[in-house]
C-alpha cells in the first residue's frame, strides 16, 4: 500500500513538474526541428565533384528496395557530351514517397553512392501522385556532403503542401 501511495506521488510530482515547465512543442511544418544526420529522410540523387551524375542505371537500387518503389529506367551515354561516368545513366528515375518505408535498403545497394537518405522529414499531402518524386525532383545541383539536408530550393521542386 505505501508502495503504490510512494509511486503515485512520484507520478504526481511529474506531472506538476512538467505542468508548469516551458512547452517543447513544435509548431510544424513552420517550424522544423534538425534532425540528426543518420535519419533516413528525404532522397537526393547526388553528383560527382565534376558536376556528372554518380547514377549509372544500374538498377540495383529497386532490386533492393522492399517496397517496390524505385523506377529506374537507362539510356546510352553520348561519349562526347555523357551524363554520367558510366556507360549508362539514369534516363529516368522515380521514387513513389507513398511506398517507401524508409528503410535505407537503396543507399546500401547503390555502388556509387548516387542514391541517399537526407536528414529531412517526410512530407504530406492530399494527392498520391505528389507523392511521386521525379529524378529532376531528386538531383541535387551541386556536389556536396550528402547528408546535408534537402535545400529550400530542393523542397519548393516538389510542391507537397507539408514538408
Ligand atoms: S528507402 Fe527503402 S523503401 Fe524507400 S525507396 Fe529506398 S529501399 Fe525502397
Ligand atoms: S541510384 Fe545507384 S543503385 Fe540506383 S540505379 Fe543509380 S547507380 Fe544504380
Known amino acids: 500500500m505505501l508502495k503504490g501511495l510512494g509511486a503515485l506521488l512520484k507520478g504526481m ?10 512547452s517543447i512543442t513544435v509548431q510544424y511544418p513552420e517550424q522544423r ?11 537526393r540523387l547526388r553528383r560527382h565533384e565534376n558536376g556528372l551524375e554518380r547514377c549509372i ?3 540495383l537500387c529497386a532490386a533492393a528496395c522492399p517496397a517496390d ?22 534516363s529516368r528515375y522515380e521514387i513513389d514517397l507513398y511506398r ?6 537503396c543507399e546500401a545497394a547503390c555502388p556509387v ?8 522529414l517526410t512530407p504530406s499531402d492530399y494527392s498520391r501522385q505528389s507523392f511521386v518524386v521525379s529524378k529532376a525532383d531528386l538531383l541535387e545541383d551541386h ?20 514538408r
Not at 113 to 120: G, R, S, Y
Open 113 to 120: 553512392d548516387a542514391i541517399v537518405l537526407t536528414p529531412t
Open 100 to 105: 517507401c518505408i524508409f528503410c535505407g535498403e
Open 57 to 59: 542505371g544500374c538498377s
Open 33 to 43: 526541428r534538425a534532425m540528426p544526420r543518420r535519419f533516413r529522410g528525404r532522397h
Open 13 to 22: 510530482a511529474t506531472t506538476f513538474r512538467l505542468f508548469f515547465s516551458k
Open 143 to 162: 556536389p556536396g556532403d550528402a547528408k546535408r539536408p534537402l535545400t529550400d530550393e530542393e523542397l519548393a521542386r516538389r510542391s507537397l503542401s507539408i
Open 69 to 90: 518503389a524505385i523506377i529506374v529506367e537507362a539510356a546510352e551515354n553520348d561519349p562526347a557530351n555523357p551524363v554520367s561516368p558510366g556507360e549508362r545513366y539514369a
